[in-house]
């Protein structure tokens, strides 16, 4: 099989159906991949860390790649390594770089548009719902690492860059995220956009409340990154666990 014949060829819909499930699974998530992310950095040679979470990273993608349906532990593997390996991305921009947040995220704000563009240029549509060939399924991917790495951004700038804090970034993220939602319903925002900035958003949102309560500066509570990463990723195998048994986000 040829390579444009792979990226064509229809294969069935490897995404979850967007549920309550979907939301609360991507929230826990997100801060999972902040609090390991952070964690990891510290106490573990930070370049040994980035090497070894990009491999594990890439190989979660290929899976996912290559498996022939919609299976929760899979999909969602690739999503919790999409999280670590896009926080250390952009922590490596503000840290090792020197890039301030201001620019990395709107860096990552550019490479966010740009995917969207020839997603949509190549695809005539940006629905997770037409996922059903390889090409689509990568254009998906790429779009989900870039959200992760431009939220992770957006996130530490509103806390610190703009003396918000965990907790205050975390409350006006909230706000933003259940905000589509009301135009969806109230005032008929197109769907397709209402999720994308919802799901944008839920990148900074999971991760301002991970480091509020993991954290012991910028009004953190300072439990620990660590015991942090722990809890989330309890509640994601919880999670993913139930919905491999009961289906409920399977067609």
Known sequence: MSFSTFLTKTVLRKVPEITLFFWIIKLLTTAMGESTSDYLVVHVDPYLAVIVCGVIFIVSIL????????????????????????????????????????????????ILAIIFILW?????????????????????????????AMGTAVGDMTASTFALGYFTSGVLFA?????PALLYYRFRLNGIVAFWI???????????????????????????????????????????GYLSLSKKDSR
């Open 120 to 148: 949509y240029r190549i695809e005539h549509t940006l629905s997770i719902h037409s996922i059903n060939t390889h090409r689509r399924e990568i254009f998906y991917w790429a779009t989900v690492t870039a959200t992760f």
């Open 63 to 110: 899976l996912q790649l290559f498996v022939k349906r919609y299976i929760p532990a899979v999909y969602w593997f690739a999503v919790v390594m999409v999280a670590v390996f896009g926080t250390m991305v952009a922590d490596v921009m503000h840290i090792v770089l020197n890039v301030p947040y201001w620019a990395s995220s709107s860096l990552y704000a550019v």
């Open 198 to 240: 919802s799901y944008i958003l839920t990148r900074p949102l999971g991760a301002s409340f991970a480091d509020w309560i993991g954290k012991p500066y910028l009004g953190g509570l300072g439990l620990g990154d660590g015991k942090i990463s722990l809890i989330l990723a309890f509640l994601i195998i919880i999670c993913v």
């Open 175 to 179: 706000v933003l995220f259940l905000l």
